[in-house]
């Protein structure tokens, strides 16, 4: 569903949120910059633990190496081989493809604490 923010707050977004559907969202007005050059200035060194969605595996990289897998996918981050066979991980389709995601962010500290303004963007 794509929802459109500009006029305020969506009633839809709050019932699509809770049923948990895929959602795009246009038109939020922010108060902070949240795009990942300003991320990666502020926040790259930290370390995040990433979940790579097609094999289910685990690791971590630092939120700079996620970040810039953004702009050029070829740059993301591998999960590591596997310990006993030293060999990557493949999909079903036998594929070495990495769908990533941040697993908790931010790993060690309350949102509200590391960002106190881009809370404010949240909530």
Not at 8 to 17: C, L, P
Not at 89 to 105: A, P, Q, S, V, W
């Amino acid at each position: 569903a794509r929802l459109d923010f500009s006029s305020g707050y969506s009633r839809a977004f709050k019932e699509r949120w809770r049923r948990g559907e895929p959602l795009i969202v246009c038109g939020v007005k922010l108060r902070e910059s949240w795009t990942p050059e300003w991320m990666m200035s502020e926040l790259g060194g930290m370390e995040v633990e990433l979940i790579d969605m097609v094999n289910e595996q685990e690791f971590r990289a630092s939120l700079a190496a996620f970040l810039v897998g953004f702009a050029e996918p070829r740059k993301r981050p591998r999960p590591p081989p596997d310990p006993q066979s030293g060999v990557r991980k493949r999909n079903r389709e036998g594929r070495m493809r990495t769908l990533l995601k941040i697993k908790d962010f931010p790993p060690e500290k309350d949102f509200a604490e590391l960002l106190p303004k881009h809370f404010g963007d949240l909530m």
